[in-house]
C-alpha cells in the first residue's frame, strides 16, 4: 500500500512533497520493500522540489525552467 502510495505521489507536485515524508515515517524495515519505498521517495521530494521550482520560475519569470 506504501509503494502505490508513493507512486502516485508523482502526480500531484506540490502534495508529494507532504506524502512522501509521511510515507517515510510510516514505513517500517519489516516492510517488504522498505528500501525500494525510501529510494523512491527520495526520487518523488526531488522530482517534486523540480516542479514546484519550475512553476516558481514560471509565475516569477525568472526563465530558468519551461515546459514548452
Known sequence: ????????SFLIAP???IIA??????NKSTNTFSKT???I???????NLYVVYGLLS????????SYY
Open 37 to 39: 519505498i525510501y529510494l
Open 58 to 65: 514560471d509565475s516569477l519569470n525568472w526563465g530558468s525552467a
Open 15 to 17: 502534495v508529494g512533497l
Open 21 to 26: 515524508p509521511l510515507i517515510v515515517w510510516h
Open 1 to 8: 500500500m506504501l509503494l502505490l502510495l508513493t507512486c502516485l
Open 41 to 47: 521517495c527520495i526520487i518523488v521530494i526531488i522530482y
